[in-house]
């Protein structure tokens, strides 16, 4: 039962292009959005999060954009680079708990 | 270096033989987490324990074991139980294992393949 849903499950992008991953989640206790970054042969790493109470953060290139009534969040990599190429995963997580729930991860290429 | 190692990176075993796979952390955190990656089914998380001597089953912990006798140590076995054993092993670990500021930190990961 996997409950954070993520598409798509590849993505090709040209160099300086928009980058744009969603996720869509079933379960309203969940109430922290962190998007994690794999390089391959790597372990993932935390790139950006979100809180409910706010719709966007912004990070760098890296934008989180949630819209809690339609229980859905999404990553924006803005001027995507060849270095972005990595495995992107989002999650959810009750903080009422210690367990994040992973999305099936996004493949991305950014070719030059 | 402050980190979280995991050895070895490659495994070999064969169909039947019980393996355990190294998760070691100097980061002086309390949470530890095992999981599993497939292709195209995210991270999946096996076992994970929140203090030493105690943890608690994931979602899939059907065919592994593990122990926490040590801070720094989460070793995990992956038996001949465990129907579908190849895949790549992530271990984690946290400050405390709650809220939202606990970030998981990931080690290198160990792909074991059973022949």
């Known amino acids: 039962q996997q409950q954070v849903k993520q598409s798509p499950q590849s993505l090709i992008v040209q160099k300086g292009g928009i980058s744009i991953i969603n996720c869509a989640y079933e379960n309203t206790a969940f109430d922290y959005f962190p998007w994690y970054q794999q390089f391959p042969g790597k372990g993932p790493a935390l790139l950006i999060a979100?809180?409910?109470?706010?719709s966007e953060k912004k990070e760098g290139r890296f934008t989180i954009s949630f819209n809690k009534s339609a229980k859905q969040f999404s990553l924006h990599i803005m001027d995507s680079q060849p270095g972005d190429s990595a495995t992107y995963f989002c999650a959810a997580l009750e903080t009422s708990g210690s367990r994040l729930t992973f999305g099936e991860g996004t493949q991305l290429t950014v070719n030059p | 270096d402050g980190g979280i190692t995991q050895s070895p990176k490659y495994l070999f075993r064969k169909e039947g033989q019980n393996v355990t796979l190294s998760c070691e952390q100097n980061l002086n955190h309390d949470a530890m987490y095992w999981y599993r990656q497939d292709p195209g089914q995210g991270l999946r998380l096996i076992y994970y324990s929140q203090i030493v001597n105690d943890f608690q089953k994931g979602d899939i912990a059907e065919g592994y074991s593990v122990s926490r006798e040590k801070k720094e140590s989460f070793p995990l076995t992956v038996t001949s139980a465990q129907k579908n054993p190849t895949a790549f092993y992530l271990c984690?670990?946290?400050?405390?294992?709650?809220?939202?500021?606990?970030?998981?930190?990931f080690g290198p990961g160990t792909r074991l393949t059973v022949l």
């Open positions: 984690a670990s946290s400050i405390s294992g709650q809220g939202d500021l606990d970030e998981q930190f």
């Open positions: 979100i809180r409910p109470d706010v």
